[in-house]
């Protein structure tokens, strides 16, 4: 499934209430996830390793004020992952490509993933060129 973040009608029939960012990038993803969820108020998680990519996701989220739903986790994603205890509807993976397969194990096997929810994967085919790479998953 491919989900454009403005996609309001995906946002009114699943009410996503909690997202994960894995990978923040420069914060403005975490901006887009803001804006296509102000119906429903989500709360953002935002995983970021980079000092650099830190420093500038703090400043679109102070520049933005997103800070009333959206949280910056410092570290490695791995690490980061392994403390979330909550469930999450939109998972967005957006980092190191190498390491998509095991943050996808992460999340279903500490079942992150709500029974409705969706991960979506920027550039996935680059690390699962075929089904079978994230099989049994």
């Excluded at 994960?20 to 108020?41: D, F, P, Q, R, V």
């Excluded at 520049?63 to 392994?82: C, F, H, K, M, W």
């Excluded at 397969?101 to 929810?117: E, N």
């Amino acid at each position: 499934m491919i989900l454009i973040v403005r996609d309001r009608d995906y946002v009114e029939q699943h009410n996503p209430l909690h997202v994960l960012e894995i990978g923040s990038y420069s914060g403005y993803s975490a901006l887009a996830w803001y804006e296509g969820t102000k119906s429903t108020k989500a709360e953002i998680i935002t995983l970021e390793l980079s000092p650099e990519m830190i420093a500038a996701t703090r400043k679109t989220l102070d520049t933005y004020n997103l800070n009333d739903r959206v949280s910056l986790i410092e570290g490695p994603a791995q690490e980061s992952i392994a403390t979330l205890t909550d469930e999450f509807d939109i998972i967005f993976v957006d980092a190191n490509k190498d390491g998509y397969l095991g943050y996808v194990k992460a999340i279903l096997d500490r079942k992150l993933l709500s029974p409705s929810g969706i991960i979506v994967c920027d550039n996935g085919k680059h690390n699962l060129s075929t089904p079978s790479a994230a099989l049994p998953y």
